[in-house]
């Protein structure tokens, strides 16, 4: 494949399919970060905070409904997705895997999950002959995701993967070798691609709604809490890479690709580390990264643990701006688009967004039709945290092939 224009487009286009499984030796978040923590284990932890369990409700189930076992119970499992099955058409909690017995017992009982069917971390090779789970969701923090990603396959089950999918290409294809192995499939939980307000964004921005698109802008940030590596895993070079990037920035380095549909094909990139604050033991503050696209495009993609909060993403063409504040959120989506008139488009709740990706899932499983967001779009956008992670190092603006892969 030679540099182009063209083969970027078709890159994005094949949603990163077809990548060659060679491994980059790339760093990650070498440089300024820290000495990392122990390598990671899964281990239970207490009740979330706020978390609401529902009274359990049966209800019917298609007979080709997926029975999803979900791992690991934390706050984005227990305060979003779980309850978000309901909506579902044809996807059902079959089982849960926790570290925590109390947990497993609470939520089992409010979600109506059968005794037999909670696994703590150390039985869940047991999951493999269970019948009831097709599938695994896997909420755990990042550092844990390759690990039980291939544990799961091992186990003979599809998985969903919280995103980002890993924290390093490496790791992303190994997951994707072992979901191949076991002839299973592998979908990264990116909702924002089963959102109505995004969805509508990707289809104006092809029809070219502001024009040739020249800039984009984008920016996710919050001001952290007081917190340390041993009592907050988002802290946890070994949990969490370099931090806000991976985590948060994440929405904005996908938006800043779905809504030019090219790959960049130059990044530059700068990140901080302020010295003294337990926050920032093992990771940055905030990240900043500059790409050029092959179009002649460029886009500025900002990200922070110690900002006010924002979620931003902008859109400039030669005949209009596209914004959208907040961008990517669980709700309360709002979009303008400015031409010769300004609109301000409501195309959808985006409330559907949890509940559309795990049907999508389910269609993919039962009907084989091809996932929107496949571990190669997961391994896709490590490429380009790994890209700027090495440009924000080395001080230098890092050169790219279309998939992603540092060409030096
Ligand atoms: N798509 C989105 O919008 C979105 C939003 C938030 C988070 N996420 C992703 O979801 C995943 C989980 O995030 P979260 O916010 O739910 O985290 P969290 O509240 O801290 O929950 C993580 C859970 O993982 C389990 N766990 C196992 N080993 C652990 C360890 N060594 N340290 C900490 N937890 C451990 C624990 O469950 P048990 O006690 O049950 O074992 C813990 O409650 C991450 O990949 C994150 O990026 C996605």
């Known amino acids: 494949m030679t540099d182009t224009a063209m083969d970027r487009r078709a890159f994005m286009e094949s949603g990163g399919k077809g990548l060659a499984a060679s491994l980059f030796a790339g760093a990650v978040s070498e440089g300024a970060l820290a000495q990392a923590s122990p390598s990671p284990r899964a281990t239970g932890q207490r009740m979330p905070e706020g978390a609401s369990l529902p009274s359990p409700t049966p209800r019917e189930r298609r007979p080709d409904s997926v029975g999803f076992a979900v791992v690991g119970l934390g706050s984005y499992a227990l305060n979003q997705m779980m309850p978000r099955f309901a909506s579902t058409d044809r996807a059902h909690i079959a089982a849960i895997v926790s570290g925590n017995a109390e947990k497993l017992r609470r939520v089992g009982d409010a979600y109506g999950v059968p005794r037999d069917a909670r696994y703590s971390y ?54 994707i070798a072992a979901g191949r192995r076991a002839g299973r499939k592998l979908m990264v939980a990116y909702r924002s691609h089963f959102e109505p307000y995004n969805r509508e964004a990707m289809q104006l921005m092809e029809a070219r709604a502001v024009g040739r698109v020249r800039l984009v802008r984008t920016e996710q940030s919050y001001r952290m809490g007081p917190a340390d590596p041993a009592s907050n895993w988002r802290t946890s070079r070994a949990l969490a890479g370099g931090g806000p990037l991976e985590d948060y920035g994440i929405y ?57 909060g924002i979620n931003f993403a902008e ?27 300004e609109r ?44 700027i992670y090495a440009a924000a190092r080395d001080g230098r603006t890092v050169r790219l092939a279309p998939d992603g892969r540092m060409l030096g």
């Open 252 to 308: 904005g380095l996908q938006s800043a690709l779905y809504l030019t549909g090219e790959m960049p094909e130059r990044i530059a990139a700068t990140a901080f580390r302020p010295s003294g604050d337990p926050r920032f033991a093992e990771i940055y503050a905030h990240v900043a990264s500059q790409w050029r696209f092959p179009s002649g495009a460029v886009a500025q993609l900002a990200t922070s643990y110690d900002s006010a």
């Open 122 to 175: 150390d039985d869940f090779a047991r999951i493999g002959a269970d019948r009831r789970v097709d599938a695994v969701y896997v909420a755990l923090p990042t550092g844990l995701h390759a690990e039980w990603v291939i544990r799961a396959f091992a186990a003979g089950k599809h998985v969903l993967c919280e995103k980002p999918m890993a924290l390093t290409s490496a790791d992303c294809e190994r997951m």
């Open 315 to 341: 859109v400039r063409g030669t005949e209009g701006v596209l914004t959208m504040d907040p961008a990517t959120s669980y709700s309360g989506q709002t979009m303008r688009l400015k031409g010769s008139q």
């Open 344 to 387: 301000t488009l409501t195309p959808g709740d985006p409330e559907v967004q949890f509940g559309a990706q795990l049907d999508h899932f389910a269609a993919a499983i039962r009907d084989g039709t091809p996932i929107r967001t496949p571990g190669e779009m997961g391994l896709r956008d490590l490429r380009l945290i790994e890209a």
